[in-house]
Structure formats: structure tokens, C-alpha cells
């Protein structure tokens, strides 16, 4: 069985663009693969260095949203990144072999950075070592493993690439030693938010969490984006550039041509048709929430889950470091 490492930063609850766009893909192929699930404490101090609070209590709201959306910790380890210093010692010999200039280059890093010009300074001038060098613990995370495969956006496959670029001149100067992780681009487009936006995220106050309650949903539908040239309840519209008539398509509403039929003809309101929405947000969120909700009644069963997953993912690392050692001379003291 191929190995894959995957996983998030603990900066908040999981919300229907990162069901969609990973965590669904990651409950599929979990039942193929040898899956690792890291939820990456460490990256996400990297720019909540501040904010502890915050990170501890994501790393809780992550592991209860993989569990409700369907990661079965029979089949895939979901572990802790700082519990794991192997990674961390990889990383300090990992950083011997990425320039400062190659790191500044990242254009992901660059983007990121950008965003964030109220800690980073307007062009990256305050910008941490920490910060900078997240694609080289990325890269510790993955080969600490031993990962074969890596399910990743768009926005990853330059850390990705970067990955394989260290895992090759470390093999080049030490010897073969480390695998060299592929990044498989998954097919799932980005995810819309319903104010129109191309994209569903946390900081753009358009997401729809996974554990939102109905009121929270009916809110949050009720003031989604539709046809602006629909004015009357009866004019006809165009569902392709409606953000309700997306999102009725992207849960998979079994009345979905019925619809598009009568919002084209003009046969139905936007309100009744938001109302239909929320029915079905409801009833796919419905199973996810009663999962959670078994979970938060349980928290010795998720805290067991974390320690067994992390367990798993140490071994692993450990095995990995003995290579490393071995191969850089580091292998002070063992027979
Ligand atoms: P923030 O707004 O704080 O950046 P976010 O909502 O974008 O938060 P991230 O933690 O940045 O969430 O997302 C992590 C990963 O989740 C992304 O790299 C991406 O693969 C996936 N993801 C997030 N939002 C979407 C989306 N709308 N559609 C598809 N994938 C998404
Ligand atoms: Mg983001």
C-alpha cells in the first residue's frame, strides 16, 4: 500500500470548501492507502505565533470535523505535527539545502505573506525565518514519513516541488536514503463562496462551516448572491450565474432539473428556491453533525484517536531518522 500525508493548519473550524476540495477526496481513498492526517500545530504558529489560544483549540475543532466528515481512524492516523521531533530535527538538516532566495521565490509563500502585510510588513520586510521556511518543514513532514503521494490544491504544488527538490540533493550528497513524494493535483475545482466570490474562506466571511447550526445556514443562504437581473418573483433567470442554483448543484439536490427548469422559465421565486437550499444543506450536514456530536460526547475516544494516530506517525519517523542519521553520520553510538 502507498503512503499518503495530507492534513491542515489548525487556524479554525473546516468549512464546505475544505470538504469539497480535500477532506471528501481523503475519505474516499483512505480505504486504498496507507493514510497519514497531520494537523499541523507547529505551521499554523508559524503566522499564530501570538495567538496559542487559538491554534490549541483548532487542533480539537479539526480532529471533531474529520471524524464527522467521514475519516475513520480504522483507516487513517490523524496525529499531531509538534508531538513529532523527528520532524523537526529533519527540518534543522533540511535547511542546510534551500537558499534564502530559493524560499523567497515560493510564489505561494510570496501570496501568503502578501496577505498578511499587517504582521509581515507591506513588502515581506518583517517577515520570520519561521514564516519563510514553512515549505522546509513541509518537506520534513512529508519525507519523515516516508510519503509516497501527496493529494494537494493548486496553491501546494510549489512546496510540493520544493520537497522533491530537497529530498533529491540530500539523496545527491548522502546517498540514497529518502523517497522523493509525488503531489497528485486533485480534480475538485475551488469552491465558491455564496456571496459570489471565487472562492469559500474563513477570512472572507463567506464560509459555511460544517458544524453550522440551521440557523446559521438559513442566514447565511438567505443573502446569497442570485441572478441580479431577476428583480420579480416570476422573471425568468440564468441558474449558471446563480450562487443558490451552484450550490443546489454541488450538494447534488435530486430535484436539480426541476430547478433549472423553473428558474429559467420563471416559474419559481428565489426565496422558495433558497428554502429548498437550506432543506438541502440541512440534510447533508445532518449525518456530519450527529457524528461531531457523538464525538464531543466523547472526548476521551478523540483524545485516544490522536494519541494512537500520533504513535503511528512517530514509529514511522523514527524509522526514517535512523536512515538519516546513518547516511549523514550522525549515527552516534548505535551498533
Ligand atoms: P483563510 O481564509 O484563513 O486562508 P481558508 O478558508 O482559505 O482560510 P485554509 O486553511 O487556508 O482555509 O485552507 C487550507 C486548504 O483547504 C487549502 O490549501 C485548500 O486546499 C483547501 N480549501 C480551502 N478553501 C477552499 C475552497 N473554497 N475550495 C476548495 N478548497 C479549499
Ligand atoms: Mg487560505
Redesign the pocket.
Same mark, same amino acid.
Given at each position: 500500500m502507498k503512503t499518503i500525508i495530507t492534513g491542515?493548519?489548525p =487556524?479554525?473550524r473546516m468549512?464546505l470548501?475544505?470538504y469539497? %476540495?480535500?477532506i471528501q477526496n481523503r475519505v474516499k481513498m483512505q480505504y486504498d492507502y496507507d493514510t497519514y492526517i497531520l494537523i499541523a500545530d507547529v505551521q499554523a504558529l508559524t503566522d499564530n505565533f501570538d495567538n496559542p489560544d487559538k491554534v490549541r483549540k483548532s487542533v480539537h475543532e479539526l480532529a471533531l470535523d474529520y471524524l464527522a466528515s467521514g475519516i475513520d481512524p480504522k483507516h487513517s492516523h490523524i496525529y499531531i505535527q509538534s508531538l513529532i521531533p523527528e520532524v523537526a530535527e529533519l527540518t534543522v538538516y533540511f535547511s542546510n539545502l534551500v537558499t534564502v532566495s530559493r524560499l523567497y521565490r515560493n510564489p505561494t509563500t510570496k501570496h501568503e505573506a502578501n496577505q498578511k502585510a499587517d504582521k509581515f510588513g507591506e513588502s515581506g520586510e518583517s517577515i520570520t525565518y519561521g514564516f519563510l521556511g514553512y515549505p522546509v518543514s513541509q518537506a520534513a513532514d512529508i519525507i519523515a514519513l516516508d510519503g509516497d503521494i501527496v493529494p494537494v490544491?493548486e496553491?501546494?504544488v510549489p512546496h510540493i516541488e520544493q520537497t522533491r527538490e530537497i529530498a533529491r540533493k540530500f539523496n545527491s550528497i548522502y546517498g540514497e536514503t529518502l523517497k522523493e513524494p509525488e503531489a497528485v493535483l486533485s480534480e =475538485?475545482p475551488?469552491?465558491k463562496g455564496l456571496d459570489g466570490n471565487e472562492?469559500? %474562506?474563513?477570512?472572507?466571511g463567506n464560509?459555511i462551516y460544517l458544524a453550522d447550526s440551521e440557523e446559521e445556514i438559513t442566514k447565511k443562504v438567505m443573502s446569497a448572491v442570485t441572478d441580479p437581473s431577476k428583480i420579480k418573483k416570476d422573471d425568468p433567470a440564468n441558474p449558471d450565474i446563480c450562487m443558490v442554483y451552484y450550490y443546489h448543484k454541488l450538494l447534488k439536490n435530486s430535484n436539480l432539473d426541476t430547478v433549472c427548469s423553473e428558474c429559467k422559465a420563471g416559474s419559481r421565486g428565489c426565496v422558495a428556491c433558497k428554502k429548498e437550499l437550506i432543506k438541502v444543506m440541512t440534510e447533508f450536514l445532518g449525518p456530519l453533525q450527529e457524528r461531531r456530536k457523538y464525538y464531543e460526547e466523547h472526548p476521551e475516544e478523540v483524545e485516544q484517536i490522536l494519541k494512537e494516530g500520533t504513535m503511528a506517525a512517530r514509529i514511522r519517523a523514527q524509522e526514517v531518522m535512523k536512515r538519516v542519521r546513518k547516511s549523514m553520520k550522525l549515527d552516534y553510538f548505535e551498533e
Open positions: 491542515d493548519r =487556524t479554525g468549512h470548501g475544505h469539497f %476540495g480535500s490544491g496553491d501546494q =475538485t475551488r469552491i472562492k469559500m %474562506g474563513k477570512s472572507l464560509a
